[in-house]
């Protein structure tokens, strides 16, 4: 089981930078995908950057590649998301996932594949 808590969520202006944090816990193997997905209100999940638990390169969707960086600390066991040059429409509440999710850009996107999921935490970018 992995028990997964975000922080660092908030009211930031337009172009500002914020970075969000995922505190993990239980048993996270090296194989798993670690992802960030987005819900925006009345939008469905969408994915926003995923990584390697055990290394690798990360993905992104174009819509934040370049202003969005996924890392993680596994000493620490806490994924992040660094988010520089935010827009309004990044507003949405972020979520940290995890499973055994091929490292492909449809399996990486399909939210269901996660078996574990964070409560999520609210970013909002005022214009």
């Known amino acids: 089981q992995v028990q997964l808590v975000e922080s660092g969520g908030g009211l930031v202006q337009a172009g500002d930078s914020l970075r969000v944090s995922c505190a993990a816990s239980g048993r996270i193997l090296s194989p798993y995908t670690m992802a960030w997905f987005r819900q925006a209100p009345e939008k469905g999940r969408q994915l926003v950057a995923a990584i390697r638990w055990g290394g690798g390169d990360p993905y992104y969707p174009d819509s934040v590649k370049g202003r969005f960086t996924i890392s993680r600390d596994n000493d620490k066991n806490t994924l992040y998301l660094q988010m520089n040059s935010l827009k309004p429409e990044d507003t949405a509440t972020y979520y940290c996932?995890?499973?055994?999710?091929?490292?492909?850009?449809?399996?990486?996107?399909?939210?269901?594949?996660?078996?574990?999921w964070g409560q999520g935490t609210q970013v909002t970018v005022s214009p």
């Open positions: 996932a995890a499973g055994a999710v091929g490292f492909t850009k449809v399996a990486l996107g399909n939210s269901r594949a996660y078996g574990f």
